[in-house]
């Protein structure tokens, strides 16, 4: 069995907003476990998709959850006709074939889950799978990406010093004005002085980040705002719709977004 | 407010005390009274001033019901005047001859306001009710009819009234205050019942704005009442520090929430594109005015260009009119439109002028040097044009704009310059700091008042405790106990100011907002998912299989199939112990602060967030002086709400002697042990290593404060020690052990990280 299903053949855009990817191919090279934070919406995962695409890997991603136990990642015995029968999880599927594992917002899972990476993550790179007594040394093609967020909910849900210590980070962030512009523009396929529009809004709802606001605007929800532009709705709508009613429950912070959304629009 | 009307029937009480009206009646009725009261209704006006007199209410009373009487009788009818007569005599009554005598003239303003007979009646039930439950605040509610009236119509003044009498309750002295407006409530209640639109129901939403723009943080509070017992009229800034009127008067609903917002982005524009203070110089009045006005339209235009939208909040405003009169007070609104509203027409030579040197050399507007130069420019064409300027009357122009103090640097300036600056601000205001100094000095005499239990200690002798309990203490040296070694003295709290609490929360908001959000994901406690359960919602697949495989095998399969999702409830108190020893009045470093500050921060807002998940919490505080006196203040209890008291006794909270810290924690340990929970902690932050005057051997305190520690273990309670940089972590771990114990490298960095062990340690 190969992973060619997890191959990526169309190039996802990308732009890169510092030496990203340098330090990813170095760190592949290295075969260096790659950890990635940064807010929601940044572009952590469309990072690793461009990365398996250009270094030719498959790429089999994780979204991690509350109830995701060691045996979601790892594999388990289920029952046919003639017996158990072992099936391995993406995790060791990953480690058996080689390619890139990415486990998409690690700390949501269980510290208790997470420590089965750690005998994969040091120079041994080995995946002991206690229940079927074996142990898969993992294919020289193997890498493990996890991305984190470290945001407000940190302080209950982070990783053990043990995990974090184990990898080489990189720190993603909206990218700069002009570079997110470009970013917009290309994505939502509007021109760029809309796209400027929409970077200028979404800079006032991070300076309420702290303030009401546990993250202002991401770079995906400007994209969505101008794909709906692009389509032909008012850029307050699009705004109103992409921007702050999925950010705020409070009436109160709607309408200061509001108010300063418009205060963008002449 | 009354005027000079209610103080002269005072006077006139002088003059007539204590004497009915003498001789023949007919002498002394005025013209007035002729006039109101024709043909027969004169006598029996002066009929019921015999009736007056014969309940024994002569002197002030009679004068004044006669001065005023007539005045009634003009305005609604005779009869309302012959009426009035059983409320004077019930409110004499009720209230006393003060209450009633200013009842005369406050109902002669009121009869001419209202000018209905139904209306009148009304008027005079409602003042009848009010004094009958609220008599000690009769007068001053009278003292205050014009102004009341002036604000209010009949319905907004009952409901008005009816509200101080809640709020009061049964307790006169909150009445008298609310009365007096020396409760904040009373002006706000006041605003509200006029319709206009109070600031503070917006507070947070305009205030998110004005961060949204350039992310700027603004502490917003409202104006305090000038003498004259209004408000300023104008926004004021000093740093981020912004004042703004508790309403714009006669501005409501959304008008006013759209004039508060481009109030507080025009001052946001002062803060992003200003440049430190101007130096006030010699400038003269006009010349501030007008330097500050450039200014405004300097920030404003450079404000546009970033954020274009905003020319619709601002521009609406900008009413002037193009006009042949040349008065300051009209060409200044006019030059302030010609600079935002590029299709405004003005021929005035002065203004085109004003306009070509503003608008020409736009990259220049960039330099706040700009504001200056133009602004003397056309100060000095003013000059030559004979122009007359009354800083005492003026008032910047349009509405949304600030008083432009906030870009005067007044510190330096000599007090020349600053009358003049002041002057222009608006003649009748106080100086910010005096304001609020005045305020706080006011308050605590006036709160200690009604909470005679809570004095000022300084009025007092140093040694007001009462000795709670004798407590033993461990000698490591003898290894064995010392009973009845320590005593321990409960210390009265001195109260500090109300709002302190509050003003830190705010201050932090960042920290407390993700206080909230904790507080939010704790509070409905998470499931947990118990597995390989008898009974349960779902089949644990897990388990499942395993049993599957036993049974394959032969062997007897485990009958726990199923898992189950729990809810963890709550279950803890938690008291939070102080070290308010000498050595936290040391500054912490590169800060203004002192350590007690940061640890009183962080206590507040550690309260904040026990105090939103309900668990039982305590706040004490220790020092000690000597075995014999180890001072304990409780500042808030267990069985306590953490209210205003609470908030007081924390903010005043001060530093003195030394640190014994077992004995402390031994009390401490006696209020946690009776609390009835699951789990109990004790929070301990402390400045330092346990020390006393009579002590000299180091480790004799540490020992015995880690006996202590280990006895409360014993009976439940964990202990868990907050050290703040000292280089004691040593004696602390000793003390607690090193996983209950936490060293902060940075001070500051402690009300953010208390809440946070918090949520760590009851998780």
């Known amino acids: ?40 919406g940044c572009g952590k995962t469309r990072f690793v998709e461009h990365m398996a695409w250009k270094l030719s890997q498959p790429l089999v991603t994780v979204s991690c959850h509350e109830d995701m136990t060691a045996s979601d990642l790892v594999g388990r015995y289920l029952l046919d006709s003639e017996g158990t029968k072992w099936h391995d999880g993406p995790l060791t599927l990953a480690v058996r074939h080689g390619g890139i594992c990415y486990l998409d917002e690690i700390v949501e899972a269980r510290q208790d889950t997470t420590v089965v990476i750690h005998s994969l993550t040091d120079d041994r790179r080995i995946l002991p799978l206690e229940k079927k007594n074996e142990v898969v040394r993992a294919h020289p093609d193997f890498l493990l990406v996890i991305s984190y967020n470290p945001g407000y909910q940190s302080v209950l849900k982070d990783l053990k010093e043990s995990t974090k210590q184990r990898f080489a980070a990189l720190d993603f962030g909206y990218p700069e004005h002009e570079l997110e512009c470009a970013i917009v523009a290309n994505e939502a396929d509007v021109p760029i002085q809309e796209a400027a529009r929409l970077v200028r809004i979404a800079e006032r709802s991070r300076n309420l980040k702290g303030h009401g606001l546990n993250e202002g605007a991401s770079t995906r929800m400007l994209i969505h705002a101008g794909q709906l532009v692009r389509r032909g ?7 109103h719709a992409t921007m702050v009613l999925p950010l705020t429950d409070d009436p109160d912070l709607r309408d200061a977004l509001n108010a300063a959304i418009a205060s963008c629009i002449a | 407010m009354a005027g000079s009307e209610p103080s002269s029937p005072l006077r006139l009480v002088e003059v007539g005390a204590g004497r009915p009206v003498p001789g023949s009646e007919m002498d002394g009725v005025s013209a007035q009274a002729r006039q109101a009261f024709p043909g027969p209704l004169l006598a029996r006006w002066l009929h019921q001033g015999r009736e007056l007199e014969k309940v024994g209410l002569y002197g002030g009373i009679l004068v004044s019901y006669q001065r005023y009487s007539p005045s009634i009788a003009e305005a609604v009818a005779p009869q309302a005047a012959f009426d009035f007569v059983r409320a004077i005599k019930d409110m004499a009554f009720v209230a006393g001859r003060q209450a009633a005598i200013l009842l005369c003239s406050a109902g002669a303003f009121a009869a001419n306001r209202l000018r209905d007979p139904d209306a009148f009646a009304g008027w005079s039930r409602a003042m009848a009710e009010t004094a009958e439950q609220a008599p000690e605040s009769a007068t001053a509610i009278l003292e205050r009819m014009e102004m009341l009236l002036r604000r209010l119509d009949l319905g907004g003044l009952e409901s008005w009234l ?33 319709g206009d639109a109070l600031f503070a129901d917006r507070e947070y939403r305009l205030r998110s704005f004005a961060t949204a723009l350039w992310g700027q943080e603004m502490v917003v509070r409202e104006h305090g009442l000038l003498a004259s017992g209004l408000s300023p009229r104008r926004a004021s800034f000093d740093g981020n520090f912004l004042r703004v009127p508790p309403s714009y008067p006669g501005v409501r609903g959304g008008a006013a929430e759209a004039l508060y917002r481009a109030s507080l982005a025009h001052v946001a524009a002062h803060l992003r594109f200003g440049r430190g203070r101007f130096d006030l110089g010699s400038l003269k009045p006009m010349q501030i005015a007008l330097v500050s006005l450039i200014e405004d339209a300097r920030v404003e235009q450079l404000a546009m260009a970033e954020l274009p939208g905003l020319r619709r909040l601002w521009q609406p405003y900008h009413q002037a009119r193009a006009g042949t009169s040349l008065t300051a007070e009209l060409l200044l609104p006019r030059l302030a439109r010609a600079l935002i509203d590029p299709d405004y027409e003005d021929e005035d030579a002065w203004i085109s002028k004003a306009r070509a040197l503003f608008f020409d050399r736009r990259a220049d507007l960039s330099d706040p040097a700009t504001s200056r130069r133009i602004g003397n420019l056309l100060g000095n064409d003013l000059g030559q044009m004979r122009i007359q300027f009354n800083a005492r009357t003026f008032v910047v122009e349009p509405a949304y704009r600030d008083d432009n103090l906030g870009l005067w640097d007044h510190d330096g300036a000599d007090a020349e310059a600053l009358e003049s600056l002041q002057e222009v601000v608006e003649s009748l205001r106080l100086e910010q700091g005096e304001e609020a100094d005045a305020q706080q000095q006011k308050k605590a005499p006036d709160d200690s008042q009604g909470q005679p239990q809570r004095v000022n200690p300084e009025a007092l002798p140093e040694e007001t405790g009462i000795p709670v309990a004798r407590l033993p203490e461990w ?65 644990d697949l897990d388990a499942c299989i395993a049993a599957e495989i036993d049974r394959r095998q032969g062997r007897e399969p485990d009958p726990g199939l199923y898992m189950l999702t729990e809810r963890r409830q709550r279950d803890l108190s938690i008291l939070l112990l102080l070290d308010a020893s000498q050595s936290t009045e040391d500054r912490v470093q590169g800060s203004t602060q002192s350590v007690l500050q940061v640890e009183k921060e962080a206590a507040a807002l550690l309260a904040h967030a026990m105090d939103g998940l309900s668990d039982p919490f305590a706040l004490h505080a220790f020092s000690s002086n000597g075995r014999e006196e180890v001072r304990y203040r409780r500042l808030k209890d267990f069985d306590q709400n953490y209210d205003e008291a609470a908030h007081r006794a924390l903010a005043g909270l001060e530093s003195g002697l030394s640190t014994r810290l077992g004995a402390a924690m031994r009390h401490a340990g006696s209020f946690l042990d009776k609390q009835n929970t699951h789990r109990k902690l004790l929070l301990l932050v402390t400045d330092g290593e346990p020390s006393d005057i009579d002590v000299e051997d180091q480790r004799y305190l540490t020992e015995d404060a880690r006996q202590a520690v280990q006895g409360l273990a014993l009976q439940g309670i964990d202990c868990f020690c907050v050290g703040l940089e000292s280089g004691a972590d040593s004696a602390l771990a000793r003390i607690f052990g090193r996983a209950n114990s936490l060293t902060l490298d940075r001070l500051g960095h402690l009300p953010d990280r208390l809440p946070q062990l918090y949520f760590r340690l009851t998780k």
Do not use: H, N
Not at chain 2, 163 to 192: C, H, M, N
């Open chain 1, 1 to 40: 069995m190969t992973l060619d299903d997890y191959l990526i053949d169309r190039e996802p855009f990308y732009r890169p907003l510092g030496d990203e990817i340098a330090l990813f191919e170095a760190s592949w090279a290295a075969r260096l476990p790659i950890m990635l934070k940064g807010p929601t």
């Open chain 1, 233 to 239: 709705v008012s850029l307050q709508a699009a705004c």
């Open chain 2, 162 to 194: 009816a509200t101080g009498l809640r709020v009061g309750g049964g307790d006169a002295q909150k009445r008298y205050q609310f009365f007096s407006f020396a409760d904040p409530i009373a002006e706000r209640t006041l605003i509200r019942e006029t």
């Open chain 2, 475 to 539: 000698d490591y040296a003898a290894g064995r106990q010392r009973p009845q070694f320590v005593t321990i003295w409960e210390w009265p709290q001195t109260p500090g100011p109300g709002d302190w609490v509050k003003l830190v929360l705010q201050r932090r908001r960042d920290v407390v907002q993700r206080i909230d959000s904790l507080v939010k994901a704790a509070k409905v406690s998470r499931p947990i998912r118990v597995k390989r359960q008898p009974e349960g919602e779902q089949l």
